[in-house]
C-alpha cells in the first residue's frame, strides 16, 4: 500500500494502542510540510525564496494530495504575498485531519471518541493495521541506523522528520545524538533536483520558523 508522506508522518506520531498524538505540534507541521514536498516532487508546486507558486494544478490521482492542491490554488491565487510559512500557518489543522481520515479510510486507523471528565468529546485513532508501520519503521532504521541507501521519498521524509526535530517519533528507542548527524547528513544530500532541494530548504526553515513562534507562544 502507498502512503503519502504526510500519513507516514501521521502514523509514527499517533500511539498505537491509545491513538493519542505524540509531538502533536511538530508533527502537524510537518505533516503540512509533507504534503507540499509531495506536491513539489509531483511538479504541482514551486518554491522559490520562500514563496509558493502552483505551477500544475493538474490533479495527482491521489484524493489527500488533491484536497490541499485544489485548496493551496485557491489560496495563491488571492495572495499576493504566498509564503511558505504562512501557508504551513494556514493549512496545517487541515492538513492533519485530511491526513487522518484518509488513514481512517485505508483501514489503517480506526476513529475513537471518548469524553475527558465526562464532559469534553475528544477523538483518538489508535491502530488498525500496522504492516504499514512496521514497513515505514524497517525502511527508516534500514536507512539511519544501518546506513543503507535511501531513496528519494525516503530522503523526503527523513529531512521532513529532521527539520521538525521529531528524531523520538521515528526512533523512540535510540538517543538523539545516534541519529540526529545521519538524519541531517541525507537532509542535506543531493538526493533530488535543484527546484524540489530548494522546496525542501524554504520548507525547513518555515517549519522551524512556525514551530518555535508556537513552542514561544505557549510557553
Not at 76 to 96: E, F, G, N, P, Y
Not at 178 to 203: F, H, K, S, T, Y
Amino acid at each position: 500500500m502507498t502512503v503519502t508522506l504526510g500519513e507516514e508522518i501521521t502514523l509514527l506520531s499517533l500511539d498505537d494502542e491509545s491513538g493519542a498524538a505524540r509531538e502533536r505540534s511538530s508533527a502537524g507541521w510537518a505533516v503540512a510540510g509533507g504534503i507540499l514536498l509531495e506536491l513539489a516532487m509531483a511538479g504541482r508546486i514551486a518554491v522559490s525564496e520562500g514563496r509558493l507558486e502552483v505551477t500544475d494544478p493538474t490533479p495527482t490521482g491521489n484524493a489527500l494530495l488533491d484536497g490541499r492542491l485544489a485548496a493551496l490554488d485557491e489560496w495563491a491565487r488571492r495572495k499576493s504575498r504566498r509564503k511558505v510559512s504562512d501557508w504551513l500557518s494556514k493549512d496545517q489543522s487541515r492538513a492533519v485531519r485530511s491526513t487522518v481520515e484518509s488513514l481512517c479510510e485505508r483501514g489503517l486507523v480506526v476513529e475513537e471518541q471518548t469524553r475527558v471528565l465526562g464532559m469534553f468529546p475528544v477523538r483518538r485513532y489508535p491502530e488498525a493495521d500496522g504492516s504499514v508501520e512496521r514497513e515505514l519503521r524497517a525502511r527508516l532504521t534500514s536507512v539511519v541506523v544501518h546506513g543503507a541507501e535511501p531513496d528519494d521519498r525516503t530522503s523526503g521524509l527523513v529531512s521532513l522528520l529532521h527539520a521538525a526535530k521529531l528524531h523520538r517519533l521515528a526512533f523512540p528507542d535510540i538517543p538523539r545524538k545516534l541519529v540526529e548527524p545521519r538524519m541531517a547528513a541525507i537532509a542535506e544530500g543531493q538526493w533530488a533536483g535543484d527546484g524540489v532541494r530548494e522546496a525542501i530548504r524554504n520548507m525547513q526553515a518555515a517549519m522551524v520558523a512556525v514551530t518555535v513562534v508556537t513552542t514561544t507562544t505557549v510557553l
